[in-house]
């Protein structure tokens, strides 16, 4: 019997090399025909991953199936990017996107996604506004009894709780299709435009000034607002599964606020009503987070996704990174010469210093988002660079690659958290990180975990299923994750499956002068999570002779190697058989994975085969296989 050994493993390492010991028990002359040979390889009693510091989402209290959760996204689902819809079981042939609105939508269990390319998206999508005035008017009275302002420039729409979510969609059937949602094998996220805490404005803009400041500790309404998380406990009490254990959620909760459009934003330039500070936002945030951890909730990942149309652009910029305006007081759109200079230069710095505006810490963040309906299309009405494809398609993909790429650095998840991209664009521009054009500059974006469309865009996905399935399959569904664990800073992991491997009889030649044999080759796993996808290699390498009562050599032996597993988005190409005599002393490439398309788990197999001179004495004889990836 012999084994594979791990003969060296570190954490991140860049070589891994394991060692086969095959074994042939052989005979001579004719009875070399009925002679029995083996190869026996046996891994070790379980898998050894290259560290013990697994991966946990930011809350240390997080349940077991929100941590499994994380895994599978961060580990499981690496290099796949999944598909989401807004309000897809709500929106179909029989409730549509005006009946909804209208409060008049219908349980029906219809999916618009399932109707447009026969599968459920991986990703369900809800927003929870106007949650918070469920007990609002019963608790805190008319907007009058507060003595606020009798006419606010949003106009003090003080109104009562309609059992319906801001989108139109009846709560007790949001509970419904959430659960749903999650035994169909999908991943709920959840969004919350709450209406203004001052003048109870709905919808956006809803903006008016420190909105935020009269909500936190100290402030006026900061009762009213606590009053408004406990009924997100509430209803998240009620997001349970067939066993009573809570749904894994992604919660998005002050969504693009880097904007001027909601009351927790904090850009001003377009509103000059200066709403709120970054530090603001910032408190704002951790006051929620620690507030539903106090209060229990802890199957919730929570998602941070500013807005992209406020995040800069290529253009002059001060020594301060200041955009300068032009003679005109204009953006200064710069020529193709000085924008490829900038986006080499200046851009990364440049997008994530605004990016990062008002973020609360690592710790209270599992998910770094974007909302990118500005670089999509034709580009915005208002984008400087609009109707220049190319342009805004670099602008596009650099910008989730510079998120993903941020977010594998601080061990989080990277998503496009809401756009309106079509289909070609997300096989493109998202899977395929950019294709040609920008695949190897910015591959870190096809590292996104999935992407969020929104409401009521359903065309064209046919097109997308057609392309891979898995952007509509969460493997295992959500919070089901069993699978091995790398680094949770990116690793690279090698091992096998443990079995034992009968050669069988060998076969005489014709001519009486070879003894052939093969056997599979045992399967050898490859999984790499590490940051950019940098690509890797594994070889198979034999030493010189098998050694047994003769000393043979190494020659003797053949292998054809084959690639037989890979997770969504890998790319794996086997090596070149080399034939039974020609042996492979030197090395031999087993198989590989290039750069922008490495991320994930392969399983590595094939034919080991001899060819041996049939004068060669009986006897058992051995070599040793050594495998390495780097």
Not at 195 to 217: F, K, M, R
Not at 350 to 362: L, N
């Amino acid at each position: 019997m012999s084994a594979f050994a791990i003969a060296s493993r570190r954490c991140g390492a860049a070589v891994l090399t394991a060692a086969l010991v095959a074994a042939a028990g052989l005979g001579t002359g004719a009875a070399q025909a009925s002679a029995r040979a083996t190869i026996a390889v046996q891994a070790p009693p379980s898998s050894l991953p290259l560290c013990e510091d697994l991966s946990t989402p930011s809350d240390p209290s997080s349940t077991p199936e929100t941590t499994a959760l994380w895994r599978q996204l961060l580990y499981g689902a690496a290099g796949t990017t999944l598909y989401g819809q807004e309000d897809d079981l709500a929106l179909n042939s029989v409730n549509t996107d005006a009946q909804v609105r209208a409060g008049a939508a219908s349980h029906n269990g219809d999916s618009a996604v399932k109707e447009a390319t026969g599968l459920y998206p991986a990703v369900f999508g809800w927003d929870i506004g106007q949650l918070e005035l469920k007990r609002d008017n019963a608790v805190f009275g008319s907007a009058a009894a507060e003595g606020r302002p009798s006419a606010l420039p949003a106009g003090n729409a003080k109104f009562d709780y309609d059992g319906l979510t801001s989108d139109g969609i009846p709560w007790n059937d949001l509970v419904r299709w959430i659960r749903e949602a999650h035994e169909i094998g999908g991943l709920n996220t959840l969004s919350w435009s709450a209406v203004n805490p001052v003048t109870y404005q709905p919808g956006q803009p809803n903006v008016y000034p420190q909105s935020i400041a009269s909500v936190l500790p100290g402030g006026a309404h900061h009762a009213r607002f606590a009053a408004w998380l406990d009924t997100i406990v509430e209803f998240n009490q009620e997001l349970v599964d067939d066993d009573g254990n809570p749904i894994p959620i992604v919660f998005r909760p002050y969504h693009e606020h880097s904007g001027s459009w909601y009351w927790w934003n904090i850009d001003d330039s377009t509103t000059g009503l200066a709403p709120n500070t970054a530090e603001q936002f910032a408190e704002l945030w951790r006051f929620t987070v620690d507030y539903l951890r106090a209060a229990g909730v802890h199957n919730f990942l929570y998602a941070y996704s500013p807005d992209r149309s406020t995040l800069g652009d290529p253009t002059v910029l001060d020594g301060e990174g200041n955009a300068v305006p032009g003679p005109d007081g204009s953006f200064q759109k710069l020529d193709d010469s000085a924008f490829d200079e900038f986006m080499s230069t200046r851009w990364e710095q440049a997008f994530w210093s605004r990016w990062s505006k008002g973020f609360p810490g690592v710790d209270y963040v599992d998910v770094y988002g974007l909302d990118n309906y500005w670089d999509t299309g034709q580009g915005h009405l208002l984008h400087p660079y609009r109707g220049d494809e190319a342009k805004l398609r670099q602008l596009l993909v650099s910008t989730l690659a510079i998120v993903a790429e941020h977010a594998t650095e601080d061990g989080k998840l990277a998503a496009l958290t809401q756009s309106d991209l079509s289909p070609a664009q997300m096989i493109a521009d998202v899977a395929g990180a950019g294709a040609d054009a920008f695949g190897q500059e910015y591959a870190a974006a096809g590292s996104a975990a999935y992407v969020l469309r929104w409401r009521g865009q359903t065309e064209g996905l046919a097109t997308l299923r057609d392309d891979g399935a898995e952007w509509f399959a969460l493997p295992g569904g959500p919070g089901r994750w069993s699978g091995p664990v790398p680094c949770s800073t990116g690793g690279l992991m090698l091992e096998f499956d443990a079995r034992a491997v009968t050669l069988g009889t060998p076969s005489l030649s014709t001519d009486k002068a070879w003894l052939t044999g093969s056997a599979p080759l045992p399967t050898i796993r490859v999984t790499d999570t590490r940051a950019g996808s940098p690509g890797w290699d594994t070889t198979i390498a034999s030493g010189q002779y098998l050694v047994g009562p003769d000393q043979v050599d190494a020659k003797a032996l053949g292998l054809s190697p084959k690639v037989t597993e890979t997770t969504a988005g890998l790319t794996v190409v086997p090596g070149s058989a080399v034939a039974a005599g020609s042996g492979f002393v030197g090395g031999m490439p087993l198989a590989s994975s290039p750069p922008g398309s490495s991320r994930g788990q392969a399983a590595i197999g094939g034919v080991l085969s001899y060819k041996i001179s049939a004068t060669v004495s009986p006897g058992s004889y051995q070599a040793v296989l050594s495998v390495t990836v780097l």
